[in-house]
């Protein structure tokens, strides 16, 4: 395909390609006679004025090697651009995460400091008490006490009636 390329070029055949050679055949190589001047500039490493077959196959040969960058560089923006999204749904996923634990924790906070709080104010034994006891210890005691089988330490509650009017 380059020989072709070349041979097409070298409109007079001497196997060196001139500056006018390069740029008539701009349309071949699907560049403008601007672009195919600067080309050949570029291209004349050794500043004869002329392309030897050498010359034009490296330039050739780093051309393929741009486009195969150019096309993994494209391959890599495509990929980085899925991982980017990936990581922006999983960012949003922990943070939706982290929000809900957030609020079932300030939920289970609260409905815990609101049963304690209820218990302390209903307990005929104070706010004390409850943090004294387990509650395993705690529903023992207060389903006795319901029962009538227990009375308050201090006197006072003798039966489950007494107690239930003292907490309602």
Do not use: W
Not at 76 to 101: C, N, Q, R, T
Not at 134 to 162: C, I, S, Y
Request: glycine share 6%; proline share 1%.
């Amino acid at each position: 395909m380059l020989n072709q390329v070349f041979n097409t070029l070298d409109a007079n055949g001497d196997g060196e390609l001139t500056k006018d050679e390069v740029v008539a055949g701009a349309g071949q190589l699907k560049i403008t006679a601007e672009e195919a001047a600067k080309l050949f500039d570029d291209l004349d490493e050794d500043k004869s004025g002329t392309l030897t077959r050498n010359e034009f196959d490296a330039a050739a040969s780093m051309l393929e090697e741009y486009e195969k960058m150019m096309a993994e560089t494209a391959e890599l923006e495509a990929e980085a651009a899925i991982a980017e999204k990936e990581v922006a749904a999983a960012e949003e996923a922990a943070s939706d995460f982290i929000e809900k634990a957030k609020a079932e924790a300030a939920a289970k906070a609260t409905a815990e400091v609101s049963a304690r709080h209820l218990f302390a104010r209903r307990s005929p034994f104070g706010a004390g008490y409850m943090r004294e006891q387990t509650e395993d210890e705690l529903f023992f005691k207060v389903t006795r006490m319901f029962l009538g089988a227990v009375t308050h330490p201090h006197g006072g509650f003798t039966n489950a009636k007494q107690i239930m009017m003292h907490c309602s």
